[in-house]
């Protein structure tokens, strides 16, 4: 099993920064896919961002070029950078983790593991 634990989420006021961290423990080799996703009140869940482990990232086009994705795969970590906050980007934001490993030679997990989530709030 795989557990994630995020933690950095916060009030902030428009135009402000957050840094969200996610640390991954259990039974891992190796993760393929870590990032982040959120969900609004009354919407579903949206990506965020995401890196893989090669460090390719992908970053939903409401964020891109104020949130940075980044890794520590040694520390089976991943954070996510938020600049220029708007009142849209609040949300509860979850730590999810793809294609996990458990040890060297085994396969990709099938399952999609995801943190307690971590409430974002962007309010003046």
């Known amino acids: 099993q795989v557990q994630l634990v995020e933690s950095g989420g916060g009030l902030v006021q428009p135009g402000g920064s957050l840094r969200l961290s996610c640390a991954a423990s259990?039974?891992?080799?190796?993760?393929?896919?870590m990032g982040w996703y959120r969900q609004a009140p009354g919407k579903q869940r949206e990506l965020v961002a995401v890196?893989?482990?090669?460090?390719?990232?992908n970053y939903a086009d409401s964020v891109k070029g104020r949130f940075t994705v980044s890794r520590d795969n040694a520390k089976n970590m991943v954070y996510l950078q938020m600049n220029s906050l708007k009142p849209e980007d609040t949300a509860v934001y979850y730590c999810n983790a793809q294609g996990v490993r458990s040890f060297r030679y085994a396969s990709r997990s099938e399952n999609a593991y995801w943190g307690q989530g971590t409430q974002v709030t962007v309010s003046s």
């Open positions: 259990g039974r891992i080799f190796s993760i393929n896919v």
């Open positions: 890196s893989t482990d090669g460090g390719s990232t």
